[in-house]
C-alpha cells in the first residue's frame, strides 16, 4: 500500500459538521420535483440521499471507526448502498434532514472524545473488498463522500432545467456531466 | 429555436433564494486549505466562486431580465468572467458570502415586483454568442448557474482530500469528474 497524505482531524471535521446544515439550507422546503429529481432510471433523488447519509451515520463511518481502535482484524461489515429506499419509507424530507443532522452532531461527539492523535491514523482495518485501509483514509472518505453527495444533489437538481435552459446548455457544464 | 420546456418561476425562485445560505452553511469559517483549493492551474478555488456569483448579480441575470422585458434589441452586454480576480480583492470570504446573499434578497425583489406571468417567459432577448434566448431561458439559467457553481466548490473541496483517501479513491467518483 502506498503512503497517502496525513490526514489533519480539525480540518476534516470542519467539512463533516457543515454538511447538514448546507444540505437542509438547500432543499427544506423546496417544491417536489427538485427533492423527487433524478438522473435517469436507477440514480438517486435528493430524498434519496438524505437516506443514504443517515444509513452511513448509523453502520458506517463511527463504526468502522471503532472497529479499527478495538484492534479488530476481521473485515468491516459490508455497507448497505440500498438501505434507503426500505428505511426512509414514509418519512418527510424534513424528517430525514433533521435525523441526520443529529446523528452527524452525535457521531461528531463520539469522534472528539476519542482524542485521535496522529498516530492513531496509521491505524490499520480491513475493508471487505478494498483490503488494508488506514484510519486516516476512512475519515478523509467519510469527507469526500460528504461532498460527493452534495455534487450529486446540485447536479440532479439541474438537470430538472437542461431542456429549459434553451441554447444556454453550451455553456452549463454540470448538465453534461455524468451523460447517460 | 427548439421550444423549450416552460420555467415555473415559484419552482425557480425557491431555489434562487436558497444558494446563498446553503453555501455559507457551507463555507462559513471552513479552514483556508478547503477556501483556497482549486481543481489545478486555470481553476477557480470556492472563493473564486463567491466573487464570480457576485459579479452575476451585479452585471448578468437582473439586468438581462430589465434589457429584454424593456424590449431591447440589441445583444445583452457580455458577462465578464474573470471580474472576480479584481473585484474580491482583499475581501473576506465572509465578507463575500454576506455581499452575495444581500444581493440576491434585492434581486429576487426585483424579480417578483415584475410580475412576470408565463406569457412573458416567450419574449425574447439577444444574446452577445448564442443568439435569440428567451425570458424563461435566462431564469432557467439563472438557476443552473447556481448549482454548477455548488457543484463546483463540493467537487473542488473533495479533491483536497483526493489522495488521502488511499484505496477508497475507487468508490469515490466526484474524484474522478474532470480529470485533467
Known sequence: MTQSPKLNLNEAMAVLERTPASLSALLLDLPEPWIRATEGEGTWSPYDVIGHLIHGERTDWIPRVQHIVAGETRPFEKFDRFAQFTDS??????????????????????????????DDFDRKGMHPELGEVTLGQLLATWVVHDLDHVVQVARTMAKVYTETTGPWIDYLSVLRDRER
Open 89 to 118: 419509507g414514509g418519512q418527510s424530507l424534513a424528517d430525514l434532514l433533521l435525523t441526520f443532522a443529529e446523528l452527524r452532531k452525535k457521531n461528531l461527539a463520539t469522534l472528539a472524545e476519542m482524542n485521535l492523535t496522529s
